[in-house]
């Protein structure tokens, strides 16, 4: 995914494989977090912040702010049932006042339950002087 410093927002993700056996999985508590470059990410989108967790064919979750803004904590995630996937996601935007002058790629830091992994490279674009 790419992203324009102060342009539309993103939803880079994770997809969480259900195992195979024949108890769904427990409800999960999720974290995403920032890198620590910061690289202009912010939380949401240019109209403002969200700190919400976007669960593809489900409802929405509200997280919680980390006291220093890297991160979001969702609590009581229902994931996939077992031999399926769900696919979640966050929205992120970069600051207008970010530029890189050349692209750079990043990620953000998801976990879910005590399993981490790493969402869908984002790579942020120069911006363009107009």
Same mark, same amino acid.
């Given at each position: 995914m790419e992203l324009t410093p102060g342009e539309?927002?993103?939803l880079p993700g994770v997809? %969480?494989?259900?195992?195979?056996?024949?108890?769904p999985l427990?409800?999960?508590r999720v974290t995403v977090a920032l890198p620590p470059e910061g690289f202009g990410l912010?939380?949401?989108?240019?109209?403002?912040?969200?700190? %919400?967790?976007v669960v593809a064919g489900g409802s929405p979750y509200v997280g919680q702010l980390s006291?220093? *803004?890297q991160s979001i904590a969702f609590e009581? %995630?229902?994931l996939a049932a077992p031999g399926e996937e769900t696919l979640l996601s966050v929205p992120v935007w970069v600051g207008w006042e970010y530029?890189?002058?050349n692209p750079v790629s990043t990620?953000?830091?998801?976990? %879910? *339950?005590d399993q981490t992994s790493r969402s869908t490279t984002i790579t942020i674009k120069e911006a363009v002087e107009e």
């Open positions: 539309s927002a993103g997809r %969480v494989l259900g195992v195979s056996s024949s108890e427990k409800p999960q912010r939380w949401g989108t240019a109209s403002g912040p969200e700190y %919400v967790l006291m220093d *803004g009581d %995630v229902a530029n890189p002058g990620f953000l830091q998801f976990a %879910v *339950g």
